[in-house]
């Protein structure tokens, strides 16, 4: 136990010079870097993918189940797919030394911030190998030094990926140190990661909702985290039919197993008898199972009876629960009772609505006449995704490089002083 | 103390009530409550005072030092300045809805944000009572429910000041309990707070380093603070004298007892031998003691020795520590090892000095020739501020009512949905 605590403090330590180091530098030496990352990932796939098989037969002999094993897999196509990933990074716009808010002050004074690297970051997640290369490269393009422990299937696997790009780094003139890996499985070394707050600035977990819970009770470093994401579309009498068994479906059936996918859909009472019969013989015909209220029971042929867990649940699969709701006020406290204040739609054709709906529903990502799938980096703009925050200090919603800076004061005088 | 802690759930279930209500109303009202809140004070000073009494006999009592009970009294002189504190939050601009970084995505979505309040803020602090005032007033301009935890010795003041805002805050239509105070000395009350992850959303301590390192010990809601202001000034070799010598007069003697004067000057060794005697000297004849490394004390008649320990302290008081320093380099290693990354200011000719100064030094605040006094929400055109934060997350240096709310991702559609 000792000793893994110093290990995690030599690394903290490490990790601490060489963010002192990132923040000086250019742009282009960043890039370089990322560049020369996603090069050397090809050129030494072999090496990468002997370190995967390490992994592969370790997990097939401890009995991981085919999906696992299928995420933990890398062969040259996905291998390929995180250089490119590396590559698209690179070409993303740095956001160190952004001077912004500035403005002059009467006395002369020209005040504003400029946004600069968090320093180091933690990073703790499962199983996915491609998270090792995503974060690291968002962490570094930051101008952020990262400390990454990876789950302990994709042990051999992680160490190869984040040795490469560590040495690839420092060919394009990076510190050493920029991108390391908790050289250990041993679970006491999590503990003595998320309490090395000397060094470690920022945890960021990535997983399922027991990591996350453990990360939380654990850390005394400052957590950025995503629980779950039971997302919400409530149909607004004024909706137009069309568009919202569009919408729908599109949330609920394109790809049910992620966190920006609808879980629960309200629809107002003057339109249930109209509208929800139509919306729920489309998903049932597309295999979703229908979990309703009293009154969706009364309307829907084949529905169940929903339990209030049911109303709680992110299901992740092709179920949904169905309510229907006598107001929009009825809507938007049903949401702030019940949603995990992930990503939340109305549909409507009332302007007043959907401004409500934006301003009360306390959730990260509100929308008006469209999927919630929608709730994500890339589609937002911003390049990339370092998660999605259902937090609300610091970052909140879908997370990109600009999440993972802090800003500073600057405040350029001739001479000023205080009277 | 299962009494407590019940007690604090239900203040922050009425916490929690109160802030999804305060979310929905406009500028005006809110402005008008802040209004009504300021005449409040003033129409019911003998309250005030009556209860101040109460306070002020009990301090006595315990033997509490001139200076304590001069910070805990109220007159009619100090009663009138809450109002007027008051009443000038009501005129600063309401952060609450403002839509800002929207764009236009290809598939026509408009994605942005939108700032809102963070919900329930709890503050806890210690001694002077116009704490209550002013930190009520920011968090409910910002749409925020606020927590307050005094110090006993301002129980019974502080009591009827909570009371007044928070009735006449009712009577502008605002909903009750906007404005809560631990209606208890008891210290499990502090504990009880601290731990009410499911209502209180920020806390920030606003007091002494023992206070604020309890606070952070304890709490397990995210918490913003500030711990010493060891402020730097470093002289370089380009700097001029004359400006040079008003700037460190200003941040040393303008007023020492605050976070934001010089505690530690650093000279160039270049111009160290013509500079430091001369502005010592001035320094000096204002009461400064002189605490110098070598070269100082080899330059500067009646300087003595420093410590280890004074370079790293917040003396708030006429102490300056001064070193000799041999580049613009080691002036940066030097403040990002001793300082304690509030403000420090470079005073230069130098153009890419001075930019590499900003860049490289961390700290909250970094300024280029002006004094570190000006390190101030007020002073930064902020209006107000809430507090100073030496923490990189959520917000770093001055606090204002921006700095008091968080952001939700909005996004206008018109049918679209994810392929």
Chains 1, 2 share one sequence.
């Not at 097939?60 to 189940?65: F, P, T, V, W």
């Not at 990360?215 to 149909?235: A, E, M, Q, R």
């Not at 729920?280 to 009364?298: H, S």
């Amino acid at each position: 136990m000792s000793d893994v605590n110093a290990l995690l403090r030599e690394i903290g330590q490490k990790a601490k010079h060489a963010a002192a180091r990132l923040v000086t530098l250019s742009p282009e030496i960043k890039n370089r870097a990322l560049l020369a990352m996603a090069e050397s990932l090809v050129a030494r796939s072999s090496q990468i993918k002997e370190a995967n098989l390490k992994d592969l037969e370790a997990g097939q002999a401890k009995g991981l189940s085919g999906a696992m094993l299928d995420r933990l897999m890398l062969d040259d196509k996905r291998i390929a797919s995180m250089a490119k990933a590396l590559q698209q990074v690179a070409l993303l716009e740095d956001p160190v030394g952004e001077i912004y808010d500035m403005h002059v002050r009467p006395n002369g004074l020209r005040v504003g911030r400029m946004r600069m690297p968090i320093g180091v970051i933690g990073i703790i997640y499962e199983s996915r190998p491609n998270v090792t290369v995503d974060a690291g490269a968002l962490c570094l393009k930051s101008g952020n030094a990262v400390v990454l422990r990876g789950g302990s299937e994709a042990f051999a696997t992680n160490q190869a990926l984040a040795e490469i790009m560590d040495a690839a780094a420092q060919t394009a003139g990076l510190p050493e140190h920029c991108v390391q890996l908790v050289p250990t499985t041993d679970r006491a070394a999590v503990q003595a990661m998320l309490t090395l707050n000397a060094y470690i600035d920022l945890i960021i977990p990535r997983g399922g909702r027991s990591l996350i819970e453990l990360v939380v009770k654990t850390s005394t470093i400052p957590v950025i985290k995503h629980y779950d994401g039971n997302c919400h579309i409530f149909v607004d009498e004024s909706a137009e039919f069309e568009m919202a068994e569009r919408i729908i479906i599109n949330a609920k059936c394109q790809r049910p197993g992620v966190c920006n996918a609808m879980e629960s859909l309200l629809v107002h009472e003057k339109i249930a008898p109209q509208f929800l019969p139509r919306v729920c013989k489309m998903l049932q015909e597309r295999g979703v199972e229908i979990r309703g209220d009293q009154a969706t029971c009364k309307l829907v042929p084949g529905a169940k009876a929903a339990s209030e867990d049911d109303f709680r649940a992110e299901f992740l699969d092709l179920i949904l629960s169905v309510a229907v709701v006598p107001s929009l006020d009825a809507a938007i406290e049903w949401i702030n009772t019940y949603g995990s204040h992930h990503t939340d739609a109305i549909l409507t054709s009332d302007h007043r609505h959907a401004m409500r709906f934006l301003s009360e529903v306390d959730s990260a990502c509100v929308f008006v006449n469209c999927s919630t799938r929608f709730s994500d980096g890339g589609e937002f703009g911003m390049g990339c995704e370092i998660g999605i925050s259902t937090d609300k200090l610091h970052a909140r919603g879908p997370m990109g490089l600009r999440e993972l800076t802090t800003s500073k004061f600057i405040v350029f005088g001739d001479g000023q002083v205080r009277s």
